[in-house]
T-cell receptor, first 113, second 113 residues
Framework: NAGVTQTPKFQVLKTGQSMTLQCAQD?????MSWYRQDPGMGLRLIHY???????DQGEVPNGYNVSRSTTEDFPLRLLSAAPSQTSVYFC????????????FGQGTRLTVV | AQSVTQLDSQVPVFEEAPVELRCNYS??????LFWYVQYPNQGLQLLLK??????LVKGINGFEAEFNKSQTSFHLRKPSVHISDTAEYFC???????????FGQGTELSVKP
C-alpha cells in the first residue's frame, strides 16, 4: 500500500533552472492537489485537480504549472526556479466528496540557490 | 472568504499533562473541519474530522476536538500527553471540495519529560 508517492525527496536547484516534482497515487482518488509549506504559514494550496484533464489554481499558483493526464499522476512543474520557491512541497489525494480526508505524500524539500 | 487561525505557534508541555491546541475559523457557510498531525520529516496524517452531528469528535492517539459553532472554534485536546505526541498540528477547513483544504499556521507541540 504505497498511497501517495513523491519524488524526489530532496532537490537543490539554481535560480532559473526548471524541474518537475512527481506525484503518484495508487488509491484511484479523483482529487489531487499540491501544497507548499513554509515556516509560520501552514500549508498553502498551489494547484488542484478534480480528475484527469481538469486542473484549477489554488492560492499561490504563480511560477508553477500542472497537468493531469491520468488519474494516478499529478506532476508539478517549476519553469524557472526562484529563491522564493524554496519550500517543502506536499502532494495530496482524496476521494470525491466534500467530507473526505486528504492523504499526503512524504514531501519534497526544494532549495533554490 | 474562509480563514483558519491557530492561536498558539508553540505549546510546551510536560509529559502526562493535559493540552489544548486552539483553532478558530471564519466562514459564512458551513464547513468541514479537520486536524492533521505532522511528525518530524514526514507528511501529514489525519487526527480527526468534524462533518456533522455530535460536536465532540474523537480521533486517533487519544485526541479529541470540540466543534463550537457560536464561537467558530474547533479546539484539539488530549487529557495526558506523551513524548511521542511531539509534532506539529494543523487545523484545516474544507468548504466545497474534498481535499481542497485551507490550513492554519500550525502549532508546534513540544512534550518534555
Amino acid at each position: 500500500n504505497a498511497g501517495v508517492t513523491q519524488t524526489p525527496k530532496f532537490q537543490v536547484l539554481k535560480t532559473g533552472q526548471s524541474m518537475t516534482l512527481q506525484c503518484a497515487q495508487d488509491m484511484n482518488h479523483e482529487y489531487m492537489s499540491w501544497y507548499r509549506q513554509d515556516p509560520g504559514m501552514g500549508l498553502r494550496l498551489i494547484h488542484y485537480s478534480v480528475g484527469a484533464g481538469i486542473t484549477d489554481q489554488g492560492e499561490v499558483p504563480n511560477g508553477y504549472n500542472v497537468s493531469r493526464s491520468t488519474t494516478e499522476d499529478f506532476p508539478l512543474r517549476l519553469l524557472s526556479a526562484a529563491p522564493s520557491q524554496t519550500s517543502v512541497y506536499f502532494c495530496a489525494s482524496s476521494p470525491s466528496g466534500v467530507e473526505t480526508e486528504a492523504f499526503f505524500g512524504q514531501g519534497t524539500r526544494l532549495t533554490v540557490v | 472568504a474562509q480563514s483558519v487561525t491557530q492561536l498558539d505557534s508553540q505549546v510546551p508541555v510536560f509529559e502526562e499533562a493535559p493540552v489544548e491546541l486552539r483553532c478558530n475559523y471564519s466562514s459564512s457557510v458551513s464547513v468541514y473541519l479537520f486536524w492533521y498531525v505532522q511528525y518530524p520529516n514526514q507528511g501529514l496524517q489525519l487526527l480527526l474530522k468534524y462533518l456533522s452531528g455530535s460536536t465532540l469528535v474523537k480521533g486517533i492517539n487519544g485526541f479529541e476536538a470540540e466543534f463550537n459553532k457560536s464561537q467558530t472554534s474547533f479546539h484539539l485536546r488530549k487529557p495526558s500527553v506523551h513524548i511521542s505526541d511531539t509534532a506539529e498540528y494543523f487545523c484545516a477547513v474544507s468548504k466545497n471540495q474534498g481535499g481542497k483544504l485551507i490550513f492554519g499556521q500550525g502549532t508546534e507541540l513540544s512534550v518534555k519529560p
